[in-house]
């Protein structure tokens, strides 16, 4: 009876084990993160841009291959770019303390700027690069930081908005309790057999579960 209640007590830890790995494994990946922040930063921005004064049709931060800023590799895992040697040995060790040991784990790029950007521009048979006054000031904007960094200023500020409306939203919390309790064979009633137990669940209502919610006069409501 006793192996038997043993085993029951493994399985269900491993199934929880597993149900806690899938939830993680689901839920906190960079990509989902990046897409819900883009989302949002772009509804906002979209919501703002509807004035004939000012419109901003299409508006993104992301860049065409054209562009001599384009990054072709995964935004989420993205290499690392070439460093200054000297400031570079800093990353892996300080005064004989070994640093973060995963900063080449997505592998290197020599490069800074897109490197094949010119191989995008529109040439005559003679290699010459022609550009009229609507091209000039497309390749002007294509190439600019400025313009780009006026871009990601907006996108940035949208992020903002979103984090204060997000407080100014009901926010439900959640408790889990987890307890991990091992027994030795001395243990009294044991009979000499040793035993380990690991609970997982929701906390209790009344001390796990609230709601809070703030108010633009500065108040808050707590309940729970």
């Known amino acids: 009876m006793e192996c038997?209640?043993?085993?029951?007590v493994a399985v269900g830890t491993v199934a929880w084990a597993l149900v806690l790995l899938t939830c993680v494994v689901g839920g906190c990946g960079r990509a989902f993160y990046r897409q819900q922040a883009d989302a949002d930063a772009y509804c906002l921005v979209d919501s703002k841009a509807t004035n004939p004064h000012w419109p901003l049709d299409d508006f993104t931060i992301q860049l065409p291959a054209e562009s001599r800023m384009y990054d072709p590799f995964d935004p989420d895992f993205p290499p690392l770019p070439p460093d200054d040697p000297?400031?570079?040995q800093l990353m892996h060790c300080v005064y004989c303390k070994p640093g973060y040991?995963?900063?080449h784990a997505n592998g290197d790029t020599p490069y800074v700027a897109?490197?094949?950007w010119e191989s995008y521009l529109c040439r005559d048979a003679d290699g010459r690069?022609?550009?009229d006054i609507d091209g000039a000031v497309r390749v002007a904007r294509l190439h600019s930081t400025d313009f780009q960094s006026q871009l990601e200023e907006l996108y940035l500020s949208a992020l903002d908005v979103s984090f204060e409306r997000f407080r100014f939203d009901a926010q439900f919390f959640g408790g889990l309790g987890t307890s991990f309790t091992a027994d030795g064979p001395a243990r009294p009633g044991g009979g000499g057999q040793s035993r380990s137990v690991l609970a997982a669940g929701t906390a209790p209502a009344s001390s796990g579960w609230r709601m809070n919610k703030l108010f633009a006069t500065g108040g808050e409501l707590v309940v729970g």
């Open 129 to 131: 690069l022609m550009l």
């Open 101 to 103: 040991p995963c900063w």
């Open 4 to 8: 038997t209640a043993s085993r029951s």
């Open 86 to 88: 000297h400031s570079h």
């Open 114 to 116: 897109n490197p094949y």
